[in-house]
């Protein structure tokens, strides 16, 4: 007697069962996620992959930018009237400094020039668009319209005119990413522009504030200072508005301040932003002892990228 | 025959009715739009109630149209995700490729039901799908969301039904076939 045989004809031949398929698949997954946030060997394949996707995805929005374009056209005139009126107020508040800074430029070139110190940042920035956020609830990150093609490199700083927005973590040929000074793996060296004293304001991840870590509960910090970079990481070119201190508090026994921050740059609302010229290398890093000396380390530490 | 009589009603498709076939390029087209539709730019509260357009699409193609749309193109679809969201390699697909399992064996069962109860279904697949790639992240070092990450999946539910309302109005009978 032939025994029975246990699979069905291959009538309905349909490949591995879904079982088999979703365990290659996840193991697969598994790989990849080790081998992505590990060792970055797959940045190649994501830039290729961007580099046919980011077209298409361009293509596929072109008709709503068309219906926005014509909604603009059609723009009611009173609203185009308040909007003068307000960028024309903008511009008187802004006219002093605008005024003061050519004079200031100057004399600060030939001081520089006179202690033999190099500019540390290139002239030029350029100009772009916000064209979608990530929807990762882990990070904070942007997708802006321009990219290697337009001459970005990863690690520019992002601003716009209010304030510091981000840097450029990731390139891709036609857009970048942009990581928000908001994302938990993102830190700006920043200085109180009242009193000078450093620190690092570390993002604390979506819809948490900022802080400025590491901070004795003596430092000269109150609630309203403006923080702006220090410019020490060579990242983030000195004196651009970071963000405010909006609560302090000293803990008796703590060993540092909780101090939290609100950004000012417009990291969530922004549309136009504005990516800065890469700094210019700074000399190499001295050799350090063995044993870092943890009292400077605050105001030492880099910018990590995002990731 | 008038144009009328040949359009279905917009309601959804009663468990009796034998449903066309879908055409593979309302598929693919469906998939592209939610792919758009998950890069929108959006912020604030929009952005914490923004669902998974991608699963909730697969989702349904998966238990619709399994010839076409299953654990593979879903993998698929997860790694061309990961490179429009800029996250880890191989996050969404994991999470896509697991939906698309589950639907497998829900698929069987769950059109029987009525929309609203196969939205609380689909409820806890999405959640799944979140609580998959919550897991990965946290291993990776990420710090743990706020409670808004469990906002999603239920949007992502309450839109089930709607959603199939609108993707199954192309394999609607006409009217003048399917009188009872």
Redesign the interface.
């Known amino acids: 007697m032939r025994p029975i045989p246990a699979e069905p004809p291959p009538i309905f031949r349909r490949g591995p069962s879904p079982l088999a398929r979703v365990t290659f698949l996840g193991l697969a997954s598994i790989v990849l996620l080790f081998a992505d946030a590990r060792f970055r060997y797959l940045e190649d394949v994501r830039h290729a992959a961007g580099a046919i996707l980011f077209p298409l995805q361009r293509l596929v929005r072109v008709p709503g930018e068309a219906l926005d374009s014509v909604a603009a056209y059609f723009a009611s005139k009173r609203d185009l009237e308040r909007e003068n009126e307000r960028l024309k107020s903008e511009l008187i508040a802004q006219s002093p400094a605008a005024q003061g800074y050519a004079p200031v430029r100057d004399e600060n070139a030939r001081l520089k020039a006179l202690a033999g110190l190099k500019a540390r940042h290139a002239e030029g920035s350029t100009v772009v668009q916000v064209l979608y956020t990530g929807r990762d609830p882990f990070a904070q990150k942007l997708f802006v319209s321009r990219g290697s093609e337009s001459g970005l490199v990863a690690g520019s700083a992002v601003i716009d005119e209010h304030g510091v927005v981000g840097q450029l973590t990731r390139v891709h040929p036609t857009m970048s990413e942009v990581t928000l000074v908001t994302d938990k793996d993102h830190a700006v060296p920043v200085k109180v522009e009242r009193s000078g004293v450093r620190s690092v304001l570390f993002g604390a991840g979506a819809g948490r504030a900022p802080e400025l870590r590491f901070t004795p509960p003596s430092a000269d910090i109150r609630v309203g200072d403006r923080l702006v970079t220090s410019g020490l990481d060579g990242t983030y070119p000195p004196g651009l508005a970071v963000a405010q201190v909006t609560g302090v508090e000293r803990e008796t026994g703590q060993m540092f301040a909780r101090i939290e921050c609100a950004p000012l740059g417009g990291v969530d609302r922004s549309e136009t932003l504005l990516v800065l010229a890469p700094p210019v290398a700074l000399p190499p890093r001295p050799e350090e002892p063995s044993e870092a000396d943890p009292a400077r380390k605050g105001g030492r530490a880099k910018a990590r990228r995002g990731g | 025959m008038s144009l009328a009589s040949r359009v279905p009603s917009f309601a959804p498709a009663r468990p009796e009715e034998i449903l066309k076939p879908a055409k593979p390029w309302f598929v693919v087209l469906t998939l592209?739009l939610a792919?758009?539709a998950?890069?929108?730019?959006?912020?604030?509260v929009a952005?914490a109630l923004?669902p998974?357009f991608v699963a909730l699409t697969l989702l349904y193609w998966c238990i619709q149209a399994p010839r076409y749309v299953?654990?593979?193109v879903s993998?698929t679809l997860?790694?061309?995700m990961d490179?429009?969201?800029?996250?880890?390699?191989?996050?969404h697909?994991?999470a896509y490729?697991?939906l698309?399992?589950g639907a497998?064996y829900f698929r069987r069962r769950v059109l029987r039901f009525p929309l609203w109860q196969q939205a609380v279904q689909v409820a806890f697949l999405l959640a799944a799908c979140a609580l998959l790639v919550l897991a990965?992240?946290v291993i990776?070092g990420?710090?743990l969301?706020?409670w808004?990450?469990a906002v999603p999946p239920i949007v992502g539910a309450l839109l089930w039904p709607p959603l199939t309302v609108v993707l199954q109005w192309p394999q609607r009978p006409t009217r003048s076939s399917s009188t009872f």
Do not use: C, M
């Open positions: 592209a792919l758009v998950n890069t929108l730019p959006t912020s604030g952005l923004k998974d299953g654990v593979g993998w997860g790694l061309v490179v429009v969201d800029a996250t880890l390699f191989g996050q697909a994991l490729a697991v698309a399992y497998e990965v992240r990776g990420a710090p969301p706020r808004t990450y």
